[in-house]
């Protein structure tokens, strides 16, 4: 069992940056696939960003050179940054493992705002 808590959310300006950190849980975090998703109102959630264990990186089209996710092994987080923030950046932001791979995440954090004002 992995537990994830998001942190970092908030409210900032268009053109902005924002770090957003999740704390995972276990023993063999190293091993797992981390993985951002966000879920704007009324729309479904969208995959934003994926790192594997040995930080090999894949990103969405609409986030591509804005955003950058990493991990620290040895603190058990992976990060999310995000600069010139966009608008339709707005969105619950949440942390997921997958344990097999990037493409499956059986664990999700409670998820965090980002807003993002114009």
């Known amino acids: 069992q992995v537990q994830l808590v998001e942190s970092g959310g908030g409210l900032v300006q268009a053109g902005g940056s924002l770090r957003l950190s999740c704390a995972a849980s276990?023993?063999?975090?190293?091993?797992?696939?981390m993985g951002w998703f966000r879920q704007a109102p009324g729309k479904e959630r969208e995959f934003v960003a994926a790192?594997?264990?040995?930080?090999?990186?894949r990103y969405a089209d609409s986030v591509k050179g804005r955003f950058t996710i990493s991990r620290d092994n040895a603190k058990n987080f992976v990060y999310l940054q995000m600069n010139s923030l966009k608008p339709e950046d707005t969105a619950v932001y949440y942390c997921a493992a997958g344990p097999r791979s990037w493409y499956e995440y059986p664990y999700w954090g409670q998820g965090t705002q980002v807003t993002v004002s114009s």
């Open positions: 790192i594997t264990g040995s930080s090999n990186t």
């Open positions: 276990g023993r063999t975090f190293s091993s797992y696939a």
